[in-house]
Structures are given as structure tokens and as C-alpha cells.
């Protein structure tokens, strides 16, 4: 069986920032692309808010330099993703869905969090041409255009009031005939003019040519009175949620309700030794790109230290 001094699980910028930095101190890093190489970011278009970019970067292109960048530093990047681990003890035993198997010194978790979608064909179609699951990330592409956010929790919430600050019409589209969002947040929702909350609404669909023009909406769906219409937006935001890509290593590191994985502090430490969690897996704030490479680095640097321990260094 294969052993190394260092496995990272994950290719979003977190597992690839922690393989560029990990590789330039010369442990050798075995990084395991997943099932979504190059990570949630590779699901959207042009990346603006990215440093070092003035004029916005291609999400594939960002990710391939990533890549390049890790495998010119002595990354192994392999393809597959792990099944089931064993971090009772070190070595760490993970098994993968090629079925190899490995043992390591130190991991990075860095496997994100997938967004929770309708599950509506049309979100694929239209997937980076008009839907989106951050309003962060792509909002500045629908200035003073009409949007709709579909959820009615405090992400949502969020979502269409950050929104309102750069579209000219926000739908915010739910499900219920009220909003589960704390109270400050409703107050916060239903006092802005620039959005309009559509209550006991369900999307059935979407369309347009080139890229979104408009939803398929339901109100009241299954009662007397239910109503079919066309709601003409450009642009389709999915806000109810993530599900943190953790379930493979539950039984042996802290999770909270959702599945984060909880950390010691503002580092990304676990609590079993050698064992670390970056980007988006252990974090439910933020979900940014730049944030998830900064605990990549972060997760390498402190895997060196720890490996250095055991070498006696």
C-alpha cells in the first residue's frame, strides 16, 4: 500500500493553494481532484473579484493556472475521490472510488460544499448563462438589470439585499407565505423598495435563447386557485443552501449541524494531529474564492510544521 507524507482531498482554490504551498516546502503533496475538478468556481463564468486580475479572469482559466502552478511545484495530482477514511489513528487510511487505498502523516480536507439546487433541468442548461448560487460572485453582472433569489431564510435574505444594491428589480421567490429569515432580516427585505417578495411561489422552470430571460412561476401550486405565469428576469439566483462535502470523515472529526467542519479558532486545525480543513468544507460565511486559497496556504504552512515534528526537525 502506497504511503505519503502529505494527502490533500480537494481541487477547489483551497486544495490547490494548499498543494502550491505544500509543494514549495518540498513534502511532495498527493492531491485527489474529487468529483469536481477545480471546484464550485469552475461552475460560473468570468471571475472579477479575484486579485491580481484588473480585467476579470475566466473561472477554468484561474483554476487550470492553479493546477499548473501546484504540478510545477511537485504536486501528484491524481483523479478520484474518497470514499472512506479512517483518521481513528496515524497513519491515515483513505480509500478512493477508483478503488486505490493510501495511508498519510497529514491530510487537508478540502472537498467544499455543493450548492443545493431545485433539481429543474433548466438550471443546468442555463448553469453560468444566467443561474448562479452566489450573488457575490456574479452579481455585478446584472447592474440595473431584474434578478430573482429563490429561498427564505436568512441566506436568501441576504442574497436579494445585497442584490438590491446592484440590480434594478429583485424577486425574491417563496416557497411558503412567510420568511424563515431571522426578524432583522425580514424587516430588512420588506422595507426595500427594490424587492418584491413573492410568497407561496414555486419555479417550474426557466427560459430564453442566449442565457436566461425569464422563470416559470406557480402561485399557490396544487390549490384552487393556483396561478401559471412568466416572470421576465435575467437573472437566477438559488439561495437555500449548501451542503458541505464532509460525510466521508464525520465519524472522526467535528462537524456542526449543517456538516461544516468546526476548526480550532481562525485556524484550520481539526483537532486530530496532521489534520486540517480549508475552503469551504469548514466555512459557512464566507464562500469566496480568495478566502478559501488563503486557508489553503494556511493549512499547508501549519501540515509543514506538524510534519516537521515528526521528522524531529
Same mark, same amino acid.
Given at each position: 500500500?502506497?504511503?505519503?507524507?502529505l494527502?490533500?482531498l480537494? @481541487?477547489?482554490p483551497?486544495?490547490?493553494? &494548499?498543494a +502550491?504551498? =505544500?509543494?514549495? %516546502?518540498?513534502?511532495s503533496?498527493?492531491?485527489?481532484?474529487g468529483?469536481?475538478?477545480g471546484?464550485q468556481l469552475?461552475?460560473t463564468?468570468?471571475?472579477?473579484?479575484?486579485?491580481?486580475?484588473?480585467?476579470?479572469?475566466d473561472?477554468?482559466?484561474?483554476?487550470d493556472?492553479?493546477?499548473?502552478?501546484a504540478?510545477?511545484?511537485?504536486?501528484d495530482?491524481?483523479?478520484a475521490?474518497?470514499?472512506?477514511?479512517?483518521?481513528?489513528?496515524?497513519?491515515?487510511?483513505?480509500?478512493f472510488?477508483? @478503488?486505490s487505498e493510501?495511508?498519510c502523516? &497529514?491530510l +487537508?480536507? =478540502?472537498t467544499? %460544499?455543493?450548492?443545493k439546487?431545485?433539481?429543474?433541468?433548466?438550471e443546468d442548461?442555463?448553469?453560468g448563462?444566467?443561474?448562479?448560487a452566489?450573488?457575490t460572485?456574479?452579481?455585478?453582472?446584472y447592474?440595473?438589470?431584474?434578478?430573482a433569489?429563490v429561498?427564505?431564510?436568512?441566506?436568501a435574505?441576504?442574497e436579494?439585499t445585497?442584490?438590491a444594491g446592484?440590480?434594478?428589480k429583485?424577486?425574491?421567490?417563496?416557497?411558503k407565505?412567510?420568511?424563515r429569515a431571522?426578524?432583522?432580516?425580514?424587516?430588512r427585505?420588506?422595507?426595500?423598495?427594490k424587492?418584491?417578495?413573492?410568497?407561496?411561489?414555486?419555479?417550474e422552470?426557466?427560459?430564453?435563447t442566449?442565457g436566461?430571460?425569464?422563470?416559470h412561476?406557480?402561485?399557490?401550486?396544487g390549490e384552487?386557485?393556483?396561478r401559471h405565469?412568466?416572470?421576465?428576469?435575467?437573472?437566477?439566483?438559488?439561495?437555500?443552501?449548501?451542503?458541505?462535502?464532509?460525510?466521508?470523515?464525520?465519524?472522526?472529526?467535528?462537524?456542526?449541524?449543517?456538516?461544516y467542519?468546526?476548526?480550532?479558532?481562525?485556524?484550520p486545525?481539526t483537532?486530530l494531529?496532521?489534520?486540517y480543513?480549508?475552503?469551504?468544507?469548514?466555512d459557512?460565511?464566507?464562500?469566496?474564492?480568495?478566502?478559501?486559497a488563503?486557508?489553503?496556504?494556511k493549512?499547508?504552512?501549519e501540515?509543514?510544521?506538524?510534519l516537521?515534528t515528526l521528522?524531529g526537525?
Amino acid at each position: 500500500m502506497q504511503h505519503h507524507q502529505l494527502v490533500i482531498l480537494g @481541487s477547489g482554490p483551497a486544495g490547490y493553494t &494548499a498543494a +502550491i504551498y =505544500a509543494g514549495r %516546502a518540498g513534502l511532495s503533496p498527493v492531491l485527489y481532484e474529487g468529483l469536481q475538478p477545480g471546484g464550485q468556481l469552475t461552475t460560473t463564468t468570468e471571475v472579477e473579484n479575484y486579485p491580481g486580475f484588473a480585467e476579470g479572469i475566466d473561472a477554468n482559466e484561474l483554476m487550470d493556472a492553479m493546477r499548473q502552478q501546484a504540478v510545477r511545484f511537485g504536486a501528484d495530482i491524481r483523479q478520484a475521490a474518497a470514499v472512506r477514511s479512517d483518521l481513528s489513528a496515524r497513519p491515515y487510511h483513505l480509500w478512493f472510488d477508483d @478503488s486505490s487505498e493510501l495511508t498519510c502523516d &497529514a491530510l +487537508i480536507i =478540502a472537498t467544499g %460544499a455543493t450548492a443545493k439546487y431545485l433539481g429543474l433541468a433548466d438550471e443546468d442548461k442555463y448553469r453560468g448563462s444566467g443561474v448562479s448560487a452566489c450573488a457575490t460572485c456574479d452579481g455585478f453582472f446584472y447592474r440595473n438589470k431584474t434578478v430573482a433569489v429563490v429561498g427564505g431564510g436568512d441566506t436568501a435574505c441576504e442574497e436579494a439585499t445585497y442584490l438590491a444594491g446592484l440590480a434594478a428589480k429583485v424577486y425574491l421567490i417563496v416557497r411558503k407565505p412567510f420568511l424563515r429569515a431571522s426578524q432583522i432580516m425580514q424587516e430588512r427585505v420588506l422595507a426595500n423598495t427594490k424587492i418584491d417578495v413573492l410568497f407561496e411561489h414555486n419555479t417550474e422552470g426557466l427560459y430564453g435563447t442566449d442565457g436566461v430571460e425569464g422563470a416559470h412561476v406557480v402561485h399557490r401550486k396544487g390549490e384552487a386557485d393556483e396561478r401559471h405565469y412568466d416572470l421576465p428576469i435575467d437573472g437566477f439566483f438559488l439561495a437555500i443552501g449548501h451542503k458541505p462535502n464532509s460525510d466521508v470523515f464525520k465519524p472522526w472529526v467535528q462537524t456542526d449541524a449543517t456538516g461544516y467542519i468546526i476548526t480550532e479558532g481562525s485556524s484550520p486545525r481539526t483537532g486530530l494531529p496532521g489534520v486540517y480543513a480549508a475552503g469551504d468544507v469548514a466555512d459557512p460565511h464566507y464562500r469566496q474564492a480568495i478566502v478559501a486559497a488563503g486557508s489553503g496556504a494556511k493549512a499547508a504552512i501549519e501540515a509543514e510544521k506538524y510534519l516537521g515534528t515528526l521528522a524531529g526537525k
